[in-house]
């Protein structure tokens, strides 16, 4: 079964906005990893985030981790055409299995 | 070297057809993976090697024969194929295997597009 599931499934923004995606998961983790992959590509890691960290920053991206309510959240801030890519978010189960979230599909418009 | 290299880049094969994806990392990683991805769908995983050792098969169709030659290739060798099984097929390794206070993510190459006619 899905560990991560991410919303919204798809998200068109205008470039220069913000964008905010969502992950939420069902069991305890050690850790949660965000990748982007643009269209046909390989997957890119983003930022890993440990199950003891609430917050971690990296250039435009800000990622938070409420381990609480088992979510996370991605944030890009001014947003530029080539942030248009699926972003997954994947969680490191305590049997550490890597399981990917369904992934939200972002478009940012010109 | 920071990368992982995937060969091909497309590959179009017939159901009676054998050929084999290849993968290439010179970072030192320790566990490498297949990954099959359909079209708007996350990444499934295949087969996880760790130091050389097949660690995790999930369940993947014996048309699929994975293959560590050293800790720096990992080999997909497919025969008989499907036309389901037309996918984005990709690599990854990782420092140590997947999980725990180790672990630091996945470095993806940039897949096999393949095509069963």
Redesign the interface.
Known sequence: S?QGEEDPQALSIQEGENATMNCSYKTSI??L?W?RQNS??????LI?IRSNEREKHSGRLRVTLDTSKKSSSLLITASRAADTASY?C?T??M????I????T?LHILP | DTE?T?TPKHLVMGMTNKKSLKCEQHMGHRAMYWYKQKA????E?MFVYSYEKLSINESVPSRFSPECPNSSLLNLHLHALQPEDSA?Y?C?SSQA?????R?????????T?LTVV
Do not use: C, M
């Open positions: 899905q050690n850790n990893q990748y046909g590509r390989g997957l890119v890691h890993l997954f994947a490191d189960a049997n550490d299995k890597i990917f979230g369904k992934g599909r | 992982v995937q708007k769908k996350p990444p995983l984005l990709l990854a295997p997947q999980g725990g206070e672990w630091y993510g996945y470095t993806f190459g940039s897949g597009r």
